[in-house]
Structure formats: structure tokens, C-alpha cells
């Protein structure tokens, strides 16, 4: 099955424990980007890739990080997680090298102590 | 002003019946246009992928694009309790998605 897989699904921590939320996909597609989701404000972008080892930043980046280093995989990495990055996170991915139509992950809800 | 603005609801219909949401957008570059579906608790899925003005359908589904008017629509038929869910419009924006706030629909059975 074609799809976007995300881990853990929840997860609570507190502040300045580092943490990885993993994403991957089957779709052998080339972009994936990262977006967190909070009430009022809509889903916003933290990181996306083009394609491998290829980076950039989205409207939210900071206190995040990313890597890609195979095509497939995507981890978000908070080194030093802080409560205002409590929120629901969505990784996506599509075709090209483009946004495009993007296929999202069942996200993950953080909740930072 | 936002680059995407979109009514947050909820909008509640009965079954059955014709609903329409809508975007309003800032940028007249925007090329590419597109409706998200949201359960609770779930990720995002893709409806309706739309290039340029015009119309697609796709069964009870129609996405509309009036650049003229910097205006997105998409209307659903014979509206059903499994519709009930938060609708997203998106922008293409070359490297990124550009989202609206979402509109939450709540179908009456």
C-alpha cells in the first residue's frame, strides 16, 4: 500500500530532551516536507526536501532540524524541544520535485512539558 | 492580510443537500489549486488537484477556479454524514503549500 508512515504517533517529553520523529515513504517520491498544525493557525511548513541531501527551510524552521539522507526517509529532529512546540506534525510527500499534490502521514501529536 | 483566507464554520447542512466552501487567495501567480479533506484525528487527503481557471469534477465533487476574481470553490452533492469533516484549500506556491485555515463541515443526517 502507497503511503506515508510516521513515528511515534504520540508523544509526550519535556523541555530540552532531544527527540526524532521519523517519516518514510513508499512512493518513491522525491519531495517531502514537514508541517506542524495548531489551532487558529493552519498548517505551516517547517523543512522540505526536493530531493536527497537537498534542504531548505519553510516558514517555521527554527529549534528544528532535518535530514535526507535516502530518498525515502525524512526524519524532524527537535535537539532541544521546547512547550511551544507542542503541536500536531504532518509529514508529506509527492512526485516531483515540487510541492505538487501531497500525500500526508497520519502526523504525530507532541506534547512538550 | 493573509495569503490564503478561508470561513473556519462550522457549516452545518442536512443530508443531502448541496454544500459549497471557499477560498480567497492574495496572489494572482498561484497556478495550481487544491482541496484537502481532515477527520479527526487524521492527516490530510488529497480531493481535488486543479490547474488555471475552470472547472473539474470528480463524482459528487467539483473544484471551481475563478482567477479573475482570486476565488476557489468546491461544492459537494447529495452531501452525506461521512462528508463531515474539515476542508482545506492549498495553493501551490513552487516549493511549498500555502493552506487555508480549513472549514469545518458538519453533515445532519
Known amino acids: 500500500e502507497a503511503q506515508v508512515t510516521q513515528n511515534p504517533r504520540y508523544l509526550i517529553t519535556v523541555t530540552g530532551k532531544k527527540l526524532t520523529v521519523t517519516c518514510s515513504q513508499n512512493m518513491n517520491h522525491e519531495y517531502m516536507s514537514w508541517y506542524r498544525q495548531d489551532p487558529g493557525l493552519g498548517l505551516r511548513q517547517i523543512y522540505y526536501?526536493?530531493?536527497?541531501?537537498?534542504?531548505d527551510k519553510g516558514d517555521v524552521p527554527e529549534g528544528y532540524k532535518v535530514s535526507r539522507k535516502e530518498k525515502r526517509n525524512f526524519p524532524l529532529i527537535l535537539e532541544s524541544p521546547s512547550p511551544n512546540q507542542t503541536s500536531l506534525y504532518f509529514c508529506?510527500?509527492?512526485?516531483?520535485?515540487?510541492?505538487?499534490?501531497?500525500?500526508f502521514g497520519p502526523g504525530t501529536r507532541l506534547t512538550v512539558t | 492580510q493573509k495569503e490564503v483566507e478561508q470561513d473556519p464554520g462550522p457549516l452545518s447542512v442536512p443530508e443531502g443537500a448541496i454544500v459549497s466552501l471557499n477560498c480567497t487567495y492574495s496572489n494572482s501567480a498561484f497556478q495550481y489549486f487544491m482541496w484537502y479533506r481532515q477527520y479527526s484525528r487524521k492527516g490530510p487527503e488529497l480531493l481535488m488537484y486543479?490547474?488555471?481557471?475552470g472547472n473539474k469534477e470528480d463524482g459528487r465533487f467539483t473544484a471551481q477556479v475563478d482567477k479573475s476574481s482570486k476565488y476557489i470553490s468546491l461544492f459537494i452533492r447529495d452531501s452525506q454524514p461521512s462528508d463531515s469533516a474539515t476542508y482545506l484549500c492549498a495553493l501551490d506556491s513552487s516549493y511549498k503549500l500555502i493552506f487555508g485555515s480549513g472549514t469545518r463541515l458538519l453533515v445532519r443526517p
Open positions: 486543479t490547474y488555471s481557471s
Open positions: 508529506a510527500s509527492s512526485l516531483g520535485q515540487g510541492a505538487g499534490e501531497q500525500y
Open positions: 526536501s526536493m530531493n536527497v541531501e537537498v534542504t
